[in-house]
Nanobody
Framework: VQLQASGGGLVRAGDSLRLSCGAS????????LAWFRQRPGKEREFVAAINYSGGSSIYADSVKGRATTSRDNAKNTVTLQMNSLKPEDTAVYYC??????????????????????WGQGTLVTVSS
């Protein structure tokens, strides 16, 4: 499956932003999908993940309560809604896919090594 992320941009602290990731070339509903981000000078880090059916999701502590990920298997898209954005949310956001039909996600879903497909990233800049 090929992934294409979009929706990044320049926003102010406190604003909301909705990122989308479209997929093609695979059975979308057979993949766990995740969002990672890479802040300037930092390693890539986990943000959120959602299982193949959308019935299980998991979030990084840094975004819990401010982020919601959802998917539409009919449209081959996954979204990340981010609210109350902070300057420290400034990063390139990536979507990733793991060919897995796990019913419940756990900490194993937070590792970059779990995902074999990656999108190209979309830049989110949050000004203070």
């Amino acid at each position: 499956v090929q992934l294409q992320a979009s929706g990044g941009g320049l926003v102010r602290a406190g604003d909301s932003l909705r990122l989308s990731c479209g997929a093609s070339g695979g059975t979308f509903s057979s993949y766990t999908l995740a969002w990672f981000r890479q802040r300037p000078g930092k390693e890539r880090e986990f943000v959120a993940a959602i299982n193949y059916s959308g019935g299980s999701s998991i979030y990084a502590d840094s975004v819990k309560g401010r982020a919601t990920t959802s998917r539409d298997n009919a449209k081959n898209t996954v979204t990340l809604q981010m609210n109350s954005l902070k300057p420290e949310d400034t990063a390139v956001y990536y979507c990733a896919a793991d060919h897995s039909t796990a019913r419940k996600l756990d900490n194993w879903a937070k590792y970059t090594s779990k995902y074999e497909r990656w999108g190209q990233g979309t830049l989110v800049t949050v000004s203070s």
